[in-house]
C-alpha cells in the first residue's frame, strides 16, 4: 500500500499542473488574442491540441510570453518549476525506500 502513496502524490501534482497550464492558455487568449492567433494557427496535419502544447511551451521559454511582465505567467513558470523539482524529490525518496528496504 505504501508504493500507492508516491504515485498518488505525482499524479495530484500533474493534475494541478495541467489545470493551472489550462486556465493559463484561456488566459493568455483572452489577453493577448493577436500572439494567440499566430500559436494557434498551423499548416500542418497534426493535432491543433499538440502543435498548441509546444507553442505555447517554446514561446514561455523563449518567445513572446516569456518577455511579457505579466504575474500569472510568471507564477506558472514558477510552479512549473518547483512542481518539477517536488515530484523529483518524490520519485528520490521513493527509490532510496526501496533500495535500502
Known amino acids: 500500500m505504501e508504493e500507492l502513496i508516491p504515485i498518488t502524490l505525482i499524479t495530484i ?9 489550462k486556465n493559463l492558455c484561456k488566459y493568455l ?20 491540441w499538440s502543435l498548441l502544447n509546444a507553442a505555447v511551451s517554446e514561446s514561455l521559454k523563449t518567445g513572446f510570453f516569456s518577455t511579457v ?17 517536488a515530484m523529483s524529490a518524490v520519485l528520490s525518496c521513493n527509490f532510496v525506500l526501496v533500495v535500502f528496504n
Open 13 to 21: 501534482l500533474l493534475f494541478i499542473q495541467i489545470k493551472m497550464y
Open 29 to 48: 487568449a483572452r489577453l493577448y488574442p493577436e500572439e494567440w492567433h499566430k500559436l494557434t494557427k498551423h499548416t500542418l496535419g497534426t493535432s491543433q
Open 69 to 85: 511582465s505579466d504575474n500569472k505567467v510568471k507564477t506558472y513558470i514558477q510552479f512549473r518549476k518547483y512542481n518539477l523539482v
